[in-house]
């Protein structure tokens, strides 16, 4: 792999001299893929970013390397022109400013779980920017921050914080593999919102370039551009280039609970009490999220499988921010239809939660974090909303209904309350 792109670099930029040697030549004509690749070369301050076109040997594993909807592999998905994997911010002006002077969409891709494929899709003539190798992590405790690059990963994030203290984290998304460009522009929360809010509220400055080519930090773009590209996606703004991020103190263990219930355990009276308590009736540092699936149980009569069964079963993730002990006290008052045991809660540094809530198991090591292939990857069409009033129980029994009908369908709720309502929104609000 690394062989392989780096021999197309090569052949590319080979490909480009010999090039520029033709275009003297008055009756060469050139073709709009020649005068792209002059112009980004001419404009590249550095070096040639390393770039593939179509007939690239690599051009479809780059392509689909971060294509986390497999729905968008299909060689319907019309494909870029060219995919540049800038490794220097003037490589990428170089291609923001060729594309506009030749008339190519941009698309940025940092992470790629885009749900619609809009950061590696287009209908009209485009050109990919996959930030895969611009992910930069410079991580400061001595004064609570870090700059981190746009296509760095959430998992990266988290380890590359941990390895530096083991009482500093961040609060953002539970999914490991997701970019910051594309997370923290549009908000980004996870299980840490209720104590600390969301990942765009603890974004100190940030870089990006404008369609001019611009580089701009929070002092020069202003005020209001620097509130629009924390929660209102910065695609329409241009292109990010890193963020400045606040760290959030972490106690030195957290506990982590995983609990799943199938209908038959009386799933729908634990997610109507969940609805309850979850985001207003537990201290901020209590957050239990919920998945919804189906699963196959298997019917054993004294050991022997004597048939199998389709069912809901509901999963109550659990990160609190101090011991066992403490969780169980409030448990037992808050949500004690749950019956969660010593033996459901686990101890653990705070970064080794961010294991455990992404969904691996016990015991995996967190350098899984730093491993952006280690997601399954799936086909899917998603749909997120607010949930403002509780759903009673007989609509839970309707969604239920639908669910078993489906092949793979699921349900995921995020919990708010907590420091996240206490957040203006009016833009300048800082959090001490
Ligand atoms: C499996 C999975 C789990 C998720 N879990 C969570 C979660 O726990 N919490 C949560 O809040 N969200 C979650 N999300 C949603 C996720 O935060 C968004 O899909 C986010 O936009 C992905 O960012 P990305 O960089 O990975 O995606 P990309 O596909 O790379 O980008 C997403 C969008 O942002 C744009 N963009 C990306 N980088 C840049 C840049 N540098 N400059 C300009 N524009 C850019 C892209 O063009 C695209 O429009 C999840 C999504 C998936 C698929
Ligand atoms: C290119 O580099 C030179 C010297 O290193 C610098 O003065 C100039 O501003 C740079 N231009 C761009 C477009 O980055
Ligand atoms: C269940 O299985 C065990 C051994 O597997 C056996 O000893 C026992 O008698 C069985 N009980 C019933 C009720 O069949
Ligand atoms: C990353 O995870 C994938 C999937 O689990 C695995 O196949 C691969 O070997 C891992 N890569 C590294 C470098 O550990």
């Not at 002059?38 to 301050?45: D, E, I, P, Y």
């Not at 292939?373 to 309707?398: C, H, M, N, W």
């Not at 669910?403 to 929104?425: A, H, Q, T």
Request: overall charge positive.
């Amino acid at each position: 792999m690394e062989s392989t792109s780096s021999s197309s670099f090569v052949i590319l930029s080979a490909f480009i001299i010999s090039f520029f040697l033709l275009a003297s030549s008055p009756s060469k004509a050139l073709t709009q893929e020649d005068n792209f690749l002059q112009c980004v070369a001419s404009h590249s301050n550095q070096s040639m970013p390393q770039l593939y076109v179509p007939k690239s040997p690599s051009f479809l594993s780059v392509l689909q390397s971060s294509i986390y909807n497999l729905r968008f592999t299909s060689p319907a998905t019309p494909k870029p022109l060219f995919i540049i994997t800038p490794n220097h911010e003037s490589q990428i002006r170089a291609v923001v400013v060729c594309s506009k002077k030749h008339g190519l969409k941009i698309t940025v891709r940092s992470g790629g779980h885009d749900f619609e494929g809009l950061s590696y899709r287009a209908n009209v003539p485009f050109v990919l920017i996959d930030l895969v190798n611009f992910r930069t992590i410079d991580v400061n405790i001595k004064d609570n921050s870090a700059w981190v690059q746009a296509g760095a990963t959430l998992g990266e994030v988290y380890y590359r914080i941990a390895e530096k203290s083991p009482v500093h984290g961040f609060p953002a998304g539970a999914c490991h593999t997701v970019g910051v460009g594309g997370h923290i522009s549009g908000g980004g929360f996870g299980l840490m919102v209720r104590k600390y809010g969301m990942a765009a509220d603890h974004v100190l400055d940030a870089r990006i370039i404008n369609a001019k080519g611009e580089i701009l930090d929070r002092k020069t773009m202003g005020e209001d551009l620097f509130w629009a590209i924390r929660g209102g996606g910065v695609t329409s703004f241009g292109v990010l280039l890193a963020w400045k991020i606040r760290l959030v103190p972490v106690p030195p263990t957290v506990t982590v609970s995983t609990m799943a219930k199938t209908l038959e355990q009386g799933a729908t009276e634990l997610v109507h009490k969940w609805q309850s308590v979850a985001s207003y009736g537990v201290p901020d540092k209590l957050s239990i999220a919920l998945h919804v699936g189906v699963v196959d149980t298997v019917n054993n009569n004294n050991g022997t499988r004597i048939g199998s069964r389709r069912t809901i079963q509901a999963t109550f993730t659990t990160l609190f921010l101090g011991p066992a002990a403490q969780l169980l006290q409030v448990m037992e008052k808050k949500f004690p239809e749950l019956g969660m045991k010593q033996e459901d809660c686990k101890e653990m540094r705070w970064v080794e939660s961010t294991v455990r809530t992404a969904g691996f198991p016990d015991g995996t090591l967190v350098d899984i974090l730093l491993n952006r292939s280690s997601l399954p990857k799936t086909t899917f069409k998603a749909k997120s909303d607010f949930v403002t009033r509780s759903i009673p129980k007989a609509g839970l029994e309707g969604i239920w209904k639908r669910f078993l009908k489906e092949e793979r369908p699921e349900l995921v709720i995020g919990v708010w309350g907590g420091r996240v309502n206490r957040i203006s929104n009016i833009r300048l609000h800082f959090l001490t």
